[in-house]
């Protein structure tokens, strides 16, 4: 008879616990390259998406953003060592990390140089201009 009650106790406070909400999944993040500056490139709304540009930090040059549409561009961005390259070489190609984010649904565009933030804009400095299309 004990064990009848604790199993009717156990269904009913079972029973009882409140259903677990599920979140909506999210669409995954883009992961772009330079490459994807040719064309239109498809973005979530409010989902961040992670852009990956060679740089080369110790020559003095780096990325900057010229010109933003419709997005939010997280600003340091984030430079990463590929791990395979020997420790303290100086001049080895890393990777700068830009994170997206578009703020509405519509046209997004963002217009990058690379450059040597002290000196003045030339036309050999190289720019990648991507659009996007935020859903």
């Given at each position: 008879?004990?064990?009848?009650?604790?199993?009717?106790?156990?269904?009913?406070?079972?029973?009882?616990?409140?259903a677990?909400?599920?979140?909506?999944?999210?669409?995954?993040?883009?992961?772009?390259?330079?490459?994807?500056?040719?064309?239109?490139?498809?973005?979530?709304?409010g989902?961040?998406?992670v852009?990956r540009?060679e740089?080369?930090?110790?020559?003095?040059y780096?990325?900057q953003?010229?010109e933003?549409l419709?997005l939010r561009?997280d600003?340091?961005?984030?430079?990463?060592?590929?791990p395979?390259?020997?420790?303290?070489?100086v001049?080895?190609?890393?990777?700068?990390?830009?994170?997206i984010?578009?703020?509405?649904?519509?046209p997004?565009?963002?217009v990058?140089?690379?450059?040597?933030?002290?000196?003045p804009?030339s036309?050999?400095?190289?720019?990648?201009?991507?659009?996007?299309l935020?859903?």
């Amino acid at each position: 008879m004990i064990r009848s009650l604790l199993a009717a106790t156990a269904v009913l406070t079972l029973g009882a616990a409140p259903a677990v909400a599920q979140e909506p999944a999210q669409a995954p993040a883009a992961a772009l390259s330079a490459a994807d500056a040719v064309t239109p490139t498809p973005l979530t709304v409010g989902t961040a998406s992670v852009l990956r540009l060679e740089t080369n930090p110790s020559t003095g040059y780096g990325w900057q953003v010229v010109e933003t549409l419709n997005l939010r561009v997280d600003e340091p961005f984030e430079v990463v060592r590929d791990p395979a390259t020997t420790q303290g070489m100086v001049g080895a190609p890393e990777t700068a990390v830009i994170r997206i984010t578009p703020r509405g649904a519509g046209p997004a565009s963002l217009v990058l140089t690379y450059k040597r933030p002290w000196m003045p804009a030339s036309p050999d400095d190289r720019t990648l201009q991507f659009v996007f299309l935020a859903e």
